[in-house]
Structure formats: structure tokens, C-alpha cells
């Protein structure tokens, strides 16, 4: 019955909504039937065709009310009105092209810019992980005193996985940034990156592979046994064609054949934001892969590798989850103090280990919106301006249609409705704006993601983005259509309906108008701040990094583990390799370090007790980053030592162990004392001792805006690690080099590749400049956008007041002004709004600095030069928007502005 | 709006389904119907006879036909449907239950 009813009267409504003319038309000829009728009938009762025809009317009661009484029982009112107003609105629109134009673009900038960060903060922060119920998915972690987010060793992860109960399953996973992949037995391996997994990776996540199978859980439980491989999407797209029989297949992985089982679906190209695997290995196999030879991934329980995930039982808490860790972190401590000593533990979601302090893309992300935010309330107080001395133009109107009954709510309806389709127009635009910006992103893709390893940038205008734009379209509708709509729907009638355009008495309908130029001046002030403030920090960096001597430097990188050395293997390969490329013509340094300066990789860490140094309590050692490098390290790379000795030949292995620290170490544990000749025990206070012999200046290690760290060297022989980077110092340009050099490589092995070869001033320019730039180049563009947007909100209002004042400047020229005085009567009051604004912005600029500095830049205190730059510029083209309908003001000439209307 | 009628409330739908239910009509029969039946007792205005035509049309209880009238002009004829059945008898048991109980009561107070 229900659903037959809806069914009928649906169908009429659609209707009376898509016939609207041929139901008009019957509703006339209806009352129309019904009249004649009624007269034929007056006439025959003896009644003038004229008085037949006036009491038909009368009995009636108003036709016309009549038929808008029928309208109304359509029950389609809100929609046909709706219809009329948008009908209305475009047609009005169309009249002023410049205007609606104008606007449009204004708003078109805000969204676009506004939805393209969004993308791009969506990406970073929101976007949850691709696989099915992703809020369930939360991230173990280990916690000390250094840092929060600490990984878990394979014991600890076999702990956690047998003794917790708020898990439907524990998954672990460990990044292995350079695999050496060969398909044919006898090829040159290349470098990709793959990821090891817990057998129940795929099965506790809900991926489904695409083709094959995933990994089974008894698949990583004898290290050594199931050399399997399930390959990535994309990867098994470019390497094998997208190829079905690839299942079987055996390739090579660090030298060991695997077996291919299976092909991961499309829509999981991983769980990081950037790096996409190539393909996945059961942990089983860990040591084809092992980085850290001196541990054993199996059984050192201070062997740390591994991301820990979960997935929550359904109805289990996060607080349940972190209890039950937190119970586990004690007793493992009481168990082995001695690796668990101090170590706690925590859970996190997805949203919490984004947005964690220290996340990079995280702060990059705030300070983005918040400008993107700013671009947009600019772009929205632009149009309330517009929109507010639009509506006063239209006063009479607004007069006449509330003189014969309009209501006032249906008025600001048809206001707004004006506003909603000025703001579809801007949405649209703006979508193809923020496609252009993300397009823009991936043009600069290889600058910003600047590695060998497969990734890219995720930014993509989605679903959720468009959304976000129709949400930010309709967002700044109201904004800025709102109070214009208020405003003007409260108009005097008597005074509306006798002039075009009255000015209400006092200044209370301009306030409006002023507070939006103070924010918008306001505004693009901080807007500037901030972009030269990024400009300048940034900038800094780079100028601070430059101790380098970065030109005539050419990099390499090798890593023999890809064809199977052993450890004697591997040092003997890199001793050779330095001794014979030093002969090399051309060559006048040489060195091998196992992280270059601004390096992609991160550096390693190094735990360590300072001798004589009271250690606190709680605590079993300090940890630093560490480089390994060879005697040619400080020479080649030009860092000066600024106290003792660089290495040298005779720091051996067999000789006494050595390190050289960075100044900003020494003075960290030494403050006031000559580090050189001190100890560092490695580990524990029991440690093997390592003495001081050099101190190192300090350097930019991984960021060019990085807070200056504690940095310790080793040296090679002492400290051996199996992929290092050779860097030559040449007398001209060092790609002519390269040649020489794999001509080397080739005596020594002609099956080892020769990665990541290029010229370091190159490599530091992308890492160090044009990556940043791109960022600098987005914020810059939204000061410019936020700029232009305020100067013609200054210029409008201060053109509007003119026009508005017109005939009294006429009076006030005939009764005997001078051209001065009109000018500064009209700039005075445009000085006052951007003084005020200026002031405004100032304080907010500050506010974004201290932002930046916090989060980005380790520079304290206030920026005085950008300032000294940013002020007195938005000062001077503020004022020149103000001038120039001034000066028009000041030119009217008295007869024809009291002509005016 | 519309002038308050002299009916109670509701009643209109009532009389209007009432008429439909014996044969389809149009608007102006419909009124010749409604003076004819009850007199002079129920005064409906004529203004107020099409907006409740249409309120019944779009509930879906009436529906509309175009279809020529004996003098050879065309007219909005309006019938009852199934759900219009079905509406009249729930009012009519409706009305009839009301106008019982006001006469209990009436009688009651002159006992």
C-alpha cells in the first residue's frame, strides 16, 4: 500500500516537475472551463455578460491565489522556486559577464589551490591503507627514551604474535631498499626494492592476490626453507608483461632463486605512502637480504628490523590492545634487562603514526593547508565584497520585490541561489586548477621523489578530492553570499524605492565591506611572510650545507651482496677499487663512504656510552647516526677537521679502534673539554672502546633544514659495511670519469652493477634545491594568488567608493577643493584599511613563523629581513590599488559629476 | 490562504470522494453536485474546490482525464482509483464513528 502510494504520487510530481508548462496550461484551461460556466450561468439567470463575469470571479475568491494554492499541492515548490531562482540568477548573471567572470576565477583559485593541497594532504594523512576495514589495521611500536617509534626485533615480534589476545592477527614487514633481482640465471642483477613479510601478511590484511597465491603461514617459520616470491603489480607488469604463466617461475634474489607464487592485486600497491615494493619474501628468508651481518635476524633479540602491524579484533579497544603490549614490554624487561631495559611500548592507528611529531610530511601538510585555507578566505571575502556593493546597486530592486510581498527568506534564497551558481562555475574551474597543480606535482616527480627505488608520488585527484571540492564550493558559497544576502534584504522601503542606489545612513553597510579589505590585507600579508620566510629558510640551508665542496664529484654505489661476497670478498673488492680508480687520470681524490651527504637512505644509528660519563639511571646507552667512510672521506668531500686527525691507513682492523665525532657531539658530551683523546665504549659501559681521534666539522647530514645532529664516522676497516658509495674528486668534469671507472669495475667483476651513477652537485641540487623549490614554488604561488586577489579587493572598494561619492567630490570641487584634498579624502580612508590590515598580518605572519620554525627550520626568533621586504611592498602596491580610482575622483570635473544620475 | 469553509475539517476530502465514488465528473459539476446534494446546509466556496481537487489528485486517491463534455468541450473529468476506494472507506467508517459519538453527546447533555 506504502509503496503503491509512493509509486503514484511520484510519478505525478515527476510530472508536474518536467511537464511544468503543459501543466500550467491545463491548470488555466481547468478554472478557465469552470468560469465560462459559471458565466453562462449568471447570464442565464438574467445577469450582464459583465456582471456574469464579475461574480464568477468573486466566487472564486482570487484566481490567482487560487492557482498558487494548486501550485503549492504539487509538493515541488522548494524545486520549481529553485528552478525560477537559478533561471533568474543565470540570466542576471549573463548581464554582468565581467563581473561573474571575475568571480568565478576568484573563487575558481581558492578551491583549486585549496583542493589541490588537499590531494595532496590526503595522500599524506588521510588517505586510510588499501586493503578492506583499514581502520582496523593500528601500528605496534617500541618506545625508549630517543624515540617513540622504534622497531621490533623477529624474537620480540614472535612474543608479541603468541601472547596477545586483541589481535585477529600480528603481521610484521621489513623494507629492503636494494635487492638485486635477475629473471635469467646468468643476467647482471639490477637493484629493486622488495619487502619481507610475516607468513600471514597478506591473509591478516584481506589481500587477495591477483593471480597465484599469497604466502602460507608455515612459509616463514624455518628460516631458509620457502624461498618464494609474490610479485608486485606494477612490477610484474613492466618486468614479465603482465604475464599469467610467470607462476612458477624461478628468478634470482641476491643470488638465490626464488620461486614466484603469486602476483599482489592492483589496488594494494602497498602499505607506505611512497614506495611501491617491487615484490614481497617471507621473513624465513631474511638472511639472503640481511643488511646487518654481525647480527643474527633470528635470534638477536637487539636485532631491531621489523614494523609490527595488527589488526584489532572486532570490539577491542585500542586501550586493551596497549594495555596488554604495555604488560608484555614489562615482562620482556624483567626477562632480558639487558636488551629491554627501558624499552616500553605503544599502539598506534594509521592517523596517529601520520600525524606523529617529527612526521616531515606531516608539518608540510599543516603549514600547506593552513596557506591553502588562507588563499581560499581571501578569495571568499573578495567576493563578499563584490557581492555586497552588487546588492546595493540592486537595492531598488531588492525594494520593489519586498514592496509587493516577496518574503525576505525567499529572497535570500534566490541571493544565495545566485551565489550557489557563481560558486559551481568556480568549483569547476577550480577542479581543473587543482588538476593542473597535481599535474604539476607529477612533472616534478623525479625531483622530488629523487631514487632508483620504485615510488611515486600518490597525489591524484580522486573521489574523495572531488568531494572535498564540491564540499569547499558550497563552503565558500556561504561564506561569502551569506552576510551580502542578510545585508541587502534589509533594505528602508521608502528610501529604497525613491532612489537607484540610497546610501542608508551611517557607515554601518560599509563596515562590512572595510573588515573584508583589513582581512584580505591581512591575509596576503601572512601569505607573503610565509612564502618568503620558506624561500629564505630553505635557502639558508643550502647556503649553511655549502662547508662541501660539491663540484668536480662523482658518485657510485655499489653493493656486493647482489652477486654473493662474502664479507673478506666485499672488503678485498672495495680495497681494490680505491687503490686502482686513485691511478685513474683525472682522479685526484677518492673515497668511499656508506651514506652520502643528503643521501637518500637514512644513516645508521650507533648506541654508545661516553667515558666518564654518568650515565642516568634508566638508561643503558645514547645513540647517534653514523657514517662508515675511508681515509679519503674528509679530503674528497672537503669537510675540515677542525680538531686532530681524519684516518688514517693504520686505523686497521687489527688496530686500536678509532672514531672522529662532529663538533656538535663534541660539545654535546664535552661542552668546555677537547674531545680528541676521550672514549666512547660502543653498546654498554662495557663495551669495546673506541677512542676519539678527530673532530669533525658539522654538517647538513639528511634535510638541508635539519637541526644540526650528533654525527659519529668509523672507519671502513673497522667498521664494515657491504654497500658503499665511491665518490672521485676530478680536475675537470667528473662524468668524464665514469668511463674510467667501469673499466675498473670490470677488471675486478664484470657482473657487478654500478648503481646510482652521477655527477654530486647534481644529486645535491635535486636533493637539496629543486626538491624544496617545488615546495617553495606552491607557496610562493599562493602569496602571488593571495596578493593579486587583495589588491583588487582594495582597488574595487576604494573604485566603488568613488563611483558612490561622485557627486559629493563634484560639490565638494565646486565649493572650492583642490585636487589634493580629494585625493586624500578618498585615500585616506584606503591608508587606514591596509594600516590596520598590515598590522593584522603582521601578527599572524609571526604566528606562521613561529609554526615554521618549530616544525621545519631550526632558526629561532624573528626574520627581520623578510619583513623589512614583505611590508613596505604590500604597503606600496596596496596603496597604488587605492590610488588609482583616487585619482580618477580627483579628476572629475564639478559640472559633469553634479550632472551624475 | 483560503477562506475557512463551514466544514469541519476534513470533511471536503470526504464529500469530494464521495461524489467521485458514484462517476467521474469535472470541477464545475463537481460544485453543482455539492450545492445539490446538501442544500444550503454545506456552503463550499468554489475558490476552495480545485486547490482540494488537486491536493486529492496528488495523494494519488483521484485521478484526472481529459475527455469531452456533452456540449462538445473539453474538461478535466476526475475518477476515483483503487487507493481513493480505500481512503473513502477508512474516512467514511471515520466520520461515521465521530458524528456517532458528537450525537452520544449532544443527546446526553439535553437528557
Known amino acids: 500500500m506504502r509503496m503503491e502510494h509512493w509509486w503514484f504520487t511520484a510519478r505525478l510530481r515527476l510530472r508536474s516537475m518536467l511537464r511544468r508548462n503543459r501543466v500550467e496550461r491545463e491548470l488555466d484551461e481547468e478554472l478557465q472551463f469552470h468560469l465560462e460556466r459559471k458565466i453562462e450561468e449568471g447570464i442565464a439567470r438574467g445577469l450582464s455578460p459583465r456582471e456574469a463575469r464579475y461574480a464568477a470571479m468573486r466566487a472564486m475568491d482570487g484566481l490567482e491565489q487560487r492557482k498558487e494554492e494548486m501550485r503549492d499541492m504539487r509538493r515541488i515548490r522548494w524545486l520549481t522556486d529553485f528552478l525560477d531562482d537559478a533561471q533568474y540568477a543565470v540570466r542576471s548573471l549573463r548581464r554582468t559577464p565581467g563581473l561573474t567572470a571575475f568571480v568565478a576565477i576568484t573563487l575558481a583559485l581558492g578551491i583549486g589551490m585549496t583542493s589541490a593541497i588537499f590531494s595532496m594532504v590526503d595522500a599524506l594523512i588521510f588517505r586510510p591503507y588499501p586493503v578492506p576495514h583499514p581502520s582496523g589495521v593500528v601500528t605496534l611500536v617500541g618506545t625508549t627514551h630517543d624515540s617513540s617509534f622504534n622497531y621490533f626485533s623477529y624474537r620480540e615480534y614472535l612474543d608479541i604474535r603468541s601472547q596477545t589476545k586483541s589481535y585477529d592477527g600480528v603481521i610484521a614487514n621489513a623494507n629492503m631498499e636494494a635487492v638485486g633481482f635477475s629473471a635469467e640465471p646468468g643476467a647482471t ?55 599469467a604463466s610467470v607462476l612458477g617461475r624461478t628468478v634470482r634474489l641476491n643470488g638465490t632463486e626464488f620461486t614466484v607464487i603469486g602476483v599482489a592485486p592492483e589496488t594494494f600497491p602497498g602499505m607506505q605512502i611512497f614506495a611501491r615494493p617491487d615484490f614481497y619474501m617471507p621473513l624465513a628468508m631474511a638472511r639472503v637480504f640481511s643488511t646487518n651481518r654481525q647480527k643474527n635476524f633470528f635470534e638477536d633479540r637487539d636485532d631491531r628490523e621489523l614494523n609490527v602491524s595488527a589488526r584489532l579484533k572486532p570490539g577491542a579497544t585500542l586501550e586493551q590492545a596497549q594495555n596488554e603490549l604495555a604488560v608484555l614490554a614489562k615482562n620482556l624487561e624483567s626477562e632480558y634487562p639487558k636488551f629491554n631495559r627501558g624499552r616500553g611500548t605503544a599502539v598506534h592507528t594509521q592517523f596517529e603514526m601520520r600525524t606523529r611529531a617529527g612526521n ?102 580522486d573521489l574523495r578530492v572531488l568531494l572535498a571540492s564540491v564540499g569547499l564550493a558550497l563552503l565558500s558559497a556561504l561564506l561569502c553570499g551569506l552576510a551580502p544576502a542578510l545585508q541587502s534584504t534589509r533594505v528602508d522601503l521608502v528610501n529604497g524605492l525613491k532612489a537607484a542606489d540610497v546610501d542608508v545612513p551611517g557607515r554601518k553597510r560599509l563596515w562590512g565591506r572595510n573588515v573584508l579589505v583589513v582581512a584580505q590585507v591581512a591575509m596576503s600579508l601572512m601569505l607573503l611572510t610565509a612564502s618568503l620566510l620558506m624561500v629564505r629558510g630553505f635557502q639558508h640551508g643550502v647556503l649553511e650545507g655549502t662547508v662541501l665542496a660539491k663540484d668536480h664529484l662523482l658518485m657510485a ?55 666518564g660519563f654518568q650515565m642516568p639511571r634508566d638508561r643503558e646507552n645514547f645513540h647517534s647516526t653514523m657514517n662508515t667512510v675511508d681515509k679519503g672521506y674528509f679530503e674528497t668531500l672537503g669537510i675540515p677537521i677542525l680538531r686532530g686527525r681524519g684516518f688514517l691507513e693504520s686505523d686497521s682492523a687489527d688496530g686500536p679502534r678509532v672514531a672522529i665525532v662532529n663538533e656538535q657531539f663534541a660539545k654535546h658530551y664535552w661542552p668546555g673539554a677537547d674531545a680528541v683523546g676521550k672514549h666512547i665504549r660502543l653498546d654498554s659501559a662495557a663495551g669495546t672502546p673506541v677512542e676519539i681521534v678527530g673532530v669533525a666539522q658539522t654538517i647538513k647530514y639528511q634535510l638541508t633544514f635539519e637541526k644540526p645532529m650528533d654525527f659519529v664516522y668509523m672507519p671502513l676497516a673497522q667498521h664494515p659495511v657491504p654497500r658503499m658509495f665511491l665518490m672521485l674528486r676530478s680536475s675537470g668534469d667528473p662524468l668524464q670519469l665514469v668511463k674510467q671507472v667501469k673499466d675498473v669495475v670490470r677488471t675486478l667483476d664484470p657482473n657487478l652493477p654500478m648503481l646510482q651513477t652521477r655527477a654530486y652537485a647534481d644529486f645535491y641540487l635535486n636533493r637539496a634545491v629543486k626538491g624544496p623549490a617545488v615546495g617553495i614554488d606552491l607557496v610562493i604561488s599562493m602569496g602571488v594568488v593571495g596578493l593579486l586577489l587583495a589588491i583588487a579587493g582594495l582597488y574595487g572598494l576604494v573604485a566603488y567608493n568613488v563611483s558612490r561619492r561622485t557627486r559629493e567630490i563634484g560639490i565638494r570641487m565646486a565649493l572650492g577643493a583642490a585636487r589634493g584634498d580629494v585625493l586624500r579624502l578618498v585615500m585616506g580612508k584606503g591608508f587606514v584599511l591596509v594600516g590596520m590590515g598590515t ?38 602596491v596596496t596603496m597604488l590599488a587605492a590610488y588609482l580610482p583616487a585619482r580618477r575622483a580627483a579628476r572629475i570635473a564639478p559640472t559633469q559629476a553634479l550632472r551624475y544620475e | 490562504m483560503s477562506k475557512p469553509n463551514d466544514l469541519v ?59 469531452q463534455t456533452e456540449n462538445n468541450r473539453r474538461a478535466k473529468f476526475y475518477s476515483l482509483t483503487r487507493l481513493g476506494r480505500k481512503q473513502l472507506e477508512s474516512e467514511a467508517a471515520n466520520w461515521q464513528r465521530l458524528s456517532t459519538a458528537i450525537s452520544h453527546v449532544v443527546q446526553l447533555s439535553e437528557a
Not at chain 1, 418 to 444: D, K, P, Q, T
Not at chain 1, 840 to 853: D, K, P, S, T, Y
Not at chain 1, 859 to 872: E, L, N, T
Request: hydrophobic share 50%; net charge negative.
Open chain 1, 360 to 461: 616531515v610530511e606531516w608539518k608540510f601538510s599543516v603549514i600547506f593547508m593552513i596557506l591553502a585555507l588562507a588563499v581560499l578566505l581571501v578569495a571568499c571575502t573578495n567576493v563578499a565584497g563584490l557581492l555586497l556593493s552588487r546588492a546595493r546597486t540592486r537595492t531598488r530592486e531588492i525594494a520593489i520585490r519586498l514592496a509587493i510581498g516577496a518574503g525576505r527568506s525567499r529572497l535570500i534564497r534566490l541571493l544565495l541561489t545566485e551565489i550557489l551558481i557563481l560558486a559551481s562555475l568556480g568549483g569547476l574551474a577550480g577542479i581543473a586548477i587543482a588538476y593542473g597543480v597535481v599535474e604539476w606535482f607529477h612533472a616534478n616527480e623525479a625531483i622530488v621523489v629523487n631514487t632508483e627505488l620504485p615510488a611515486s608520488l600518490p597525489f591524484q585527484i
Open chain 1, 189 to 243: 642483477p639490477r637493484v629493486k626494492g622488495g619487502m619481507m613479510v610475516s607468513g600471514n601478511y597478506f591473509h591478516v590484511l584481506g589481500v587477495e592476490p591477483r593471480l597465484g597465491r599469497g604466502f602460507r603461514e608455515d612459509e616463514d617459520q624455518a628460516p631458509g626453507r620457502n624461498a618464494v616470491v609474490v610479485l608486485g603489480p606494477d612490477f610484474w607488469k613492466h618486468e614479465f608483461g603482465g604475464d
Open chain 2, 9 to 67: 475539517q476534513g470533511t471536503l476530502d470526504l464529500l469530494l470522494l464521495k461524489i467521485l465514488a458514484l462517476e467521474p465528473l469535472h470541477g464545475w459539476a463537481i460544485s453543482l453536485r455539492l450545492t445539490s446534494i446538501s442544500g444550503d446546509v454545506l456552503q463550499v466556496s468554489e475558490g476552495s474546490l480545485y486547490p482540494a481537487l488537486h491536493k486529492l489528485e496528488q495523494e494519488g486517491w483521484i485521478t484526472a482525464e481529459w475527455k
Open chain 1, 557 to 611: 654505489s655499489f653493493d656486493p651482496r647482489l652477486v654473493q661476497y662474502d664479507e673478506a670478498q666485499t672488503q678485498r673488492f672495495y680495497k681494490l677499487l680505491a687503490e686502482r680508480v686513485r691511478d685513474a687520470r683525472g682522479v685526484q681524490s677518492e673515497a668511499l663512504m656508506q651514506n652520502v651527504p643528503l643521501g637518500e637512505q637514512g644513516f645508521e644509528g650507533v648506541a654508545f656510552v661516553p667515558d
Open chain 1, 839 to 876: 598590522v593584522f598580518g603582521l601578527a599572524m605572519g609571526f604566528a606562521v613563523e613561529q609554526l615554521m620554525n618549530s616544525m621545519l627550520f631550526n632558526v629561532g626568533g624573528v626574520d627581520i629581513v623578510a619583513y623589512v621586504i614583505v611590508v613596505p611592498s604590500l604597503f606600496v
